[in-house]
């Protein structure tokens, strides 16, 4: 529902690039678009004329929904989120650029799936590492798109080894 909604605004669009494709089209650049985490999708889609997007749908190709997030920034104005480490912070929706909401594959993403859910499941506070303080910026941007409270945020310092590697169970630490 809630990526109907944004569909409806005409803040996303379909995606309809490979992991392949977005990296040989980033390479070919002179100045790849930099977020914190290294290149950003350039908008390759973003560009599609409307008739282009439904023969692209109605032909079943495999698809992404991205956040247009410069269209999402306009329909918002400007925003901040308060970190209890971190203080105030400005949104940046350009941030991560146009990021993926939803697959067509595997449905909801990561960063519309979040919002939705501590929303749904009334979270008033969210704790989690400095190394997702970037995506809070496109959390911030949902919530105000949907309408959705805005928890308390606290950001901590990533826990690292003697050697300064981070400790996560996605490391095998």
């Known amino acids: 529902a809630a990526l109907d909604e944004l569909k409806l605004r005409g803040l996303v669009y379909p995606c309809f690039c ?19 985490e290294g290149p950003i999708y350039p908008g390759t889609c973003r560009k599609l ?15 992404a929904w991205r956040l247009d997030a410069a269209k999402a ?18 949104v940046n929706p350009a941030l991560l650029g146009d990021v993926v909401l939803a697959r067509k594959d595997i ?7 979040v919002v939705v859910d501590d929303a749904f499941q ?4 969210v704790t989690r590492g400095e190394d997702l303080l970037a995506s809070t910026h496109v959390h911030r941007l949902l919530q105000a798109l949907l309408d959705l409270p805005e928890p ?9 080894d003697e ?5 996560a169970k996605r490391c095998d630490s």
């Open 73 to 90: 920034a306009a329909a918002t104005g400007p925003l901040a989120f308060h970190d209890l480490r971190h203080g105030t912070i400005p």
């Open 163 to 167: 050697h300064g590697k981070r400790l």
């Open 122 to 125: 009334q979270i008033t506070h």
């Open 18 to 36: 490979t992991r392949g494709e977005i990296q040989s089209e980033l390479a070919a650049m002179a100045a790849a678009p930099q977020g914190p």
């Open 152 to 160: 308390v945020y606290l950001h901590h310092a990533l826990v690292l």
């Open 107 to 113: 449905g909801p993403a990561y960063h519309l799936a």
């Open 49 to 63: 004329s409307a008739a282009d997007q439904l023969e692209k749908l109605a032909a079943g190709l495999p698809h």
